[in-house]
Structure formats: C-alpha cells, structure tokens
C-alpha cells in the first residue's frame, strides 16, 4: 500500500516537474522584438530541444520500467507501429476534433479565452511563436497529459470501465488548463481531450495523438491567418 500511495507521489511529482518545464519553454518564445539575432534562435531552440529530451526521457525511462498498456518503447522489443490501421486512427481524430470545432462556432458564442490569448501572442511576439503553438507545445501535451499521465495514475489496464474513467479525467484535465473559467468551452477542449486520449490507447504510441494534435494547431493557424 506504502509502495503504491509513493509510486503515484512520484507521478504528481514527475508531471509538475514536466509542466514547469514545459512552462519555462512557453517563456522562452514569449519575445516581443520582432527581429532576432542568430544567436538567440540558436539558443532558443537548443535550449528547447535539450528541456523536450529531458521531458520524453522521464517519459521513456518509466516505460522500460513499468508498462501493462504496451505503449511504444523506444528499445529493441517495442518500436512505433506505423500501420494503416493507426494512421487511420490519427486522421480520424482529427476530423473528429475539426467537427467538434466546427459544431461549437454554431453553438457556443464569443471566443476561448486561450484562443483569445493565442491570438493576442501571435499579434504582440515574435513569429517564433507559431512554432511553439504549432509543433512544441502539442508534443509536451501529449508526453505530460497523455503519456506521463496514463502510465503514472492508470498502470495497468483494468476494466473497461476504468478506461472510460481515465480517458475522461484525462479529457478534463486537459479542458480544465485549456479554459480554466469552466464554461462550454470547457467542454469543447475536454472532449478534443478524449479524443487525443482515445487515439492514444487505441494506437498505443504517442505519434499518432501527437500527429492528430499538430495538425489540428495547424489548421487552425492555417484558417486564422487566411
């Protein structure tokens, strides 16, 4: 019991320590001068690559230790399964997400408040921060919410039911640090959640939920900047 109530104290600890990370990343794009130097995209972007490593290798290293899901381990027993079947499974969260997105700009009114701020960045910083709207910040979601998550609080498979549960609370997480004010919003992220959740179960690698969240991010700066 002592071992199981430490294992998940670690996990808290491990996905506060990746989400610091991640937050210290966000700020190091959160540049307002709109020409930068070599030195500092340099900087920018190596710091970013070894702060991503460190954050995937915590992921890693608790694979190799413990892994009832069979997720996608990078050793000799268990590499990504590029089948039809899981880039079937990729693109069809993302049409999933798009509809979803589609349906709430008939039903919900206003805009979300993060994508208010998005845009807000995106106007007020450096160009630089498309890239971390785009292609970073979805790959330390999905090694923080889905990858550290569903192997630190959900182990070992279980029934069906506890799969229902995880992907659910997974979802809300998700919702809940995407619109934080709990509106219909709320919702909309929280199921974009599920799905992501949903597509890394099924596939049991994070390539494909990362796939499926980058290129919604990048539909939708490709929509918005139209």
């Keep these: 019991m002592k071992k199981k109530i430490l294992d998940k104290a670690i996990g808290v600890g491990q996905m506060t320590v990746t989400f610091l990370i991640y937050a210290v990343v966000q700020g190091l794009f959160m540049i307002r001068a709109q020409q930068l130097s070599w030195v500092t995209v340099i900087f920018i972007f190596g710091l970013t690559v070894a702060l991503l490593s460190l954050t995937y290798g915590i992921y890693q290293r608790r694979l190799n230790q413990v892994n009832d899901w069979h997720f996608t381990s990078y050793n000799k027993t268990r590499m990504p399964r590029f089948t039809l079947k899981n880039c079937s499974l990729a693109f069809l969260g993302f049409l999933v997400i798009c509809i979803l997105q589609i349906l709430a700009g008939f039903l919900i009114k206003g805009e979300a408040t993060n994508q208010a701020n998005i845009a807000t960045h995106q106007q007020r910083l450096n160009p630089i921060i498309n890239v971390m709207l785009i292609a970073i910040g979805p790959l330390f979601e999905e090694i923080i919410f889905r990858g550290i998550f569903f192997n630190w609080f959900f182990s070992k498979p279980g029934k069906k039911s506890t ?3 995880a992907i659910f609370i997974n ?3 998700f919702g809940l640090l995407h619109e934080p004010q709990i509106d219909l919003f709320t919702v909309l992220y929280a199921l974009c959640g599920c ?3 949903t597509v ?3 596939t ?7 796939v499926t969240h980058f290129s919604n ?3 939708v700066f490709l929509i918005s900047s139209l």
Excluded: C, E, M, P
């Excluded at 049991?204 to 990362?210: M, Q």
């Design 217 to 219: 991010n990048l539909a």
């Design 195 to 197: 799905v992501l959740a």
């Design 163 to 165: 799969l229902f549960i």
């Design 200 to 202: 890394y179960i099924k």
């Design 171 to 173: 979802g809300l997480i």
């Design 204 to 210: 049991k690698d994070l390539t494909f939920s990362y």
